[in-house]
């Protein structure tokens, strides 16, 4: 349990962060918007939802820690022996060191981070007729909780987000 097992690895973490800060790249436009439970830390996908002439468009962005990972070292072989991360009501332990997991590779709003996409095309039907998956450094334009997005769709601000909920509750009926 805990995090304590990282830290004979800082020089191996930084490593891996100095790699992928030079590869660092444009950023997608998307205002990607992630939606967890209020505890959650290690932000690992968000998604932005917008109406088209035929249905919608759905671009989804999944957190990439394996960017420059370096899986047969030390570090790679104590990540796979963890295998997983375990939530428990007496502990969390996570797979990845914490500095990476929660922080660095967590999409948090505002912060650049890289990221695997897919972009779907899904037509008034429900059905994908365009799926491609891609590469992208992101920015998260807001963590939210499910509370939230529940309170945005019961009650609609007219906002930008509540308009985004409410295209994504749309497809998701789909």
């Not at 072989?77 to 990845?96: N, Q």
């Not at 987000?161 to 789909?174: D, N």
């Given at each position: 349990?805990?995090?304590?097992?990282?830290?004979g690895?800082?020089?191996?973490?930084?490593?891996?962060?100095?790699?992928?800060?030079?590869?660092?790249?444009?950023?997608?436009?998307?205002?990607?918007?992630?939606?967890?439970?209020?505890?959650?830390?290690?932000?690992?996908?968000?998604?932005?939802?917008?109406?088209?002439?035929?249905?919608?468009?759905?671009?989804?962005?999944?957190?990439?820690?394996?960017?420059?990972?370096?899986?047969?070292?030390?570090?790679?072989?104590?990540?796979?022996?963890?295998?997983?991360?375990?939530?428990?009501?007496?502990?969390?332990?996570?797979?990845?060191?914490?500095?990476?997991?929660?922080?660095?590779?967590?999409?948090?709003?505002?912060?650049?981070?890289p990221?695997?996409?897919?972009?779907?095309?899904?037509?008034?039907?429900?059905?994908?007729?365009?799926?491609?998956?891609?590469?992208?450094?992101?920015?998260?334009?807001?963590?939210?909780?499910?509370?939230?997005?529940?309170?945005?769709?019961?009650?609609?601000?007219?906002?930008?987000?509540?308009?985004?909920?409410?295209?994504?509750?749309?497809?998701a009926?789909?």
């Amino acid at each position: 349990p805990g995090d304590e097992w990282s830290l004979g690895h800082a020089d191996a973490i930084q490593a891996i962060r100095s790699r992928v800060e030079a590869d660092a790249g444009d950023v997608h436009p998307a205002p990607f918007i992630s939606i967890d439970s209020a505890t959650t830390r290690d932000i690992d996908d968000a998604m932005h939802v917008e109406a088209t002439e035929t249905g919608w468009r759905l671009t989804l962005a999944l957190a990439c820690p394996a960017l420059h990972f370096p899986f047969d070292s030390p570090l790679g072989l104590d990540v796979a022996e963890r295998a997983t991360s375990i939530y428990l009501p007496e502990g969390i332990s996570h797979m990845l060191p914490e500095s990476l997991g929660t922080e660095y590779f967590s999409l948090l709003a505002g912060q650049v981070r890289p990221a695997l996409s897919v972009c779907l095309d899904v037509d008034e039907q429900g059905d994908v007729s365009q799926c491609s998956p891609f590469f992208a450094w992101v920015r998260v334009r807001e963590n939210r909780c499910y509370e939230d997005m529940e309170a945005l769709l019961n009650e609609d601000d007219g906002s930008e987000i509540s308009r985004a909920m409410h295209t994504a509750f749309a497809l998701a009926e789909k």
